[in-house]
């Protein structure tokens, strides 16, 4: 059960992590493309629809993680990640919160273009766009590692 658990839980990982990507390029084509209505209200309702579908697949993937991280309480034979040695855990979840700002700060951007908000420069944006992927060779890092 574990190991099925773990698949599923990546599983809803990765389709978050396509959100977390690809919703900042979308904010760097609406900063491209001021005075395109056309191209515009397309990429915000792109937007808008990665946004909510990015929600879903973050909150399966937190409820999947907390299974793992607590599920040996309640399920049988269930393997446990809390006890000694499991600092890693801390600065994982540390990083995925951050990420998750990210995410918000992204749809708050999305939204406020919908509103007729201006956005940080394209060059800000893809800046911006690049952090999560510094996060998530973090992340991979520390949980094949587990240094601590």
Not at 34 to 47: N, P, S
Request: proline share 5%; net charge positive; glycine share 8%.
């Amino acid at each position: 059960m574990y190991l099925w658990v773990k698949t599923f839980h990546l599983v809803f990982v990765i389709a978050w992590m396509a959100t977390v990507f690809y919703l900042p390029r979308i904010l760097v084509n609406l900063a491209e493309t001021t005075g395109r209505a056309d191209v515009q209200a397309r990429l915000l309702l792109m937007g808008r629809r990665l946004y909510g579908f990015g929600h879903s697949m973050f909150g399966i993937a937190v409820i999947l993680g907390l299974v793992l991280w607590l599920g040996y309480r309640v399920i049988p034979d269930f393997q446990t990640m809390v006890g000694p040695g499991t600092g890693w855990l801390h600065a994982k979840l540390t990083l995925v919160a951050l990420m998750f700002a990210h995410f918000i700060v992204a749809g708050r951007w999305l939204k406020g273009v919908a509103k007729g908000k201006s956005l940080p420069s394209p060059t800000a944006l893809k800046w911006f766009n690049e952090l999560p992927l510094f996060a998530l060779i973090a992340v991979i890092w520390l949980v094949l590692a587990k240094p601590f």
